[in-house]
Nanobody
């Protein structure tokens, strides 16, 4: 069992930066690939970024490439999402998730095994 708790959400102006953290419980955190997803009002939950268990491989949605960076610290059981050059369309609830698929990190919601409760990110103009 892995429990995930996001933090770091808030209100920021367009063009600004924010860093989300996701703290995981459980001794096997290092064995999970981790991902960030987001869900805006009235929209489906979508993939944002993922990182392999080793931290050596990452993947991003086209909409955030070059602006967001995912990283992890397995010693601290924490995964991060650094978000720069934020846009109003980045406004959403951001969820972290864990999976152990062989070719992970998964970019689909169905592929994730555990989810956090989410952190609200609001970008103002």
């Amino acid at each position: 069992q892995v429990q995930l708790v996001e933090s770091g959400g808030g209100l920021v102006q367009a063009g600004g930066s924010l860093r989300l953290s996701c703290a995981a419980s459980g001794r096997t955190f290092g064995g999970y690939h981790m991902g960030w997803f987001r869900q805006a009002p009235g929209r489906e939950r979508e993939f944002v970024a993922g990182i392999r268990w080793s931290g050596l491989s990452t993947r991003y949605a086209d909409s955030v490439k070059g602006r967001f960076t995912i990283s992890r610290d397995n010693a601290k059981n924490t995964v991060y999402l650094q978000m720069n050059s934020l846009k109003r369309e980045d406004t959403a609830i951001y969820y972290c998730a864990a999976d152990r698929t062989p070719i992970g990190p998964s970019s689909t919601t169905d592929g994730m095994e555990y989810w956090g409760r989410g952190a609200l990110v609001t970008i103002s103009s």
